[in-house]
């Protein structure tokens, strides 16, 4: 049975940085890594962890604006062979679609340039004048992937059967459960390799070619 959608995580991925999060840390010189801490230990949750890093960011710049946040991410470059595989799933009427815990701005640049059907990613809320409220959008829970693929696998009416999935990291696993192709693309931990159908060590997406046009 074809292939008919494919999902793709997006930090570390679809793009050639670890987390886009980390991103807007790294440009301001300062780390997020006592939040995370928090939250890989179920002592905060998503939203919580969204604001966490607003309030990191306000320490240097307490006027950030979205468009400050963009301007700090465009930069960010695309995972080599990423156009050349899209070319050929668009080519083949293949669905696709960002399933990211990263930053919208970010998803919905990646996916306006690779073309993708549908991107869901966690944001940040902004005032009328652009500066942000320290509150978040959460539409990919982190720890809950397979939850936001579910939704799309419903909108496509593309059941797991004809579903792939591709990500880096253990967080992704939730969305190899829901695919019959679950491919571990650079991957990061030990977890994503052992629940993949499939691993990519290359840093070249076209290597996915011959796995989901032929799996």
Do not use: Y
């Not at 890594?33 to 939203?47: C, S, T, V, W």
């Not at 944001?123 to 720890?143: F, M, N, Q, S, Y």
Request: glycine letters at 8%; proline letters at 5%.
């Amino acid at each position: 049975m074809a292939i008919e959608f494919v999902a793709f995580d997006m930090d570390g991925t679809l793009i050639d940085i670890e987390s886009s999060w980390a991103e807007v840390h790294r440009h301001f010189g300062d780390s997020n890594r006592e939040a995370l801490e928090l939250f890989l230990e179920d002592k905060i949750d998503d939203m919580e962890f969204i604001r966490r890093d607003v309030r990191i960011w306000w320490k240097h710049a307490p006027r950030l604006s979205t468009q400050d946040v963009d301007s700090i991410l465009a930069s960010v470059p695309l995972m080599p062979g990423a156009e050349l595989l899209f070319a050929e799933l668009h080519e083949r009427k293949i669905r696709t679609a960002i399933v990211s815990g990263g930053i919208d701005l970010l998803a919905e640049r990646v996916g306006r340039r690779l073309g993708v059907d549908r991107v869901l990613a966690n944001g940040l809320l902004a005032g009328p004048d652009g500066r942000l409220t320290g509150e978040g959008v959460v539409r990919v829970p982190i720890k809950d992937k397979g939850s936001a693929l579910a939704r799309l696998q419903q909108e496509f009416r593309c059941p797991p059967a004809v579903t792939a999935s591709v990500g880096n990291s253990e967080i992704d696993v939730a969305l190899f459960r829901r695919s019959r192709i679950g491919v571990a693309f650079l991957p990061a931990d030990d977890a994503v390799r052992e629940g993949a159908t499939h691993v990519v060590t290359r840093p070249d997406l076209t290597e996915l070619l011959p796995i989901l046009l032929e799996g």
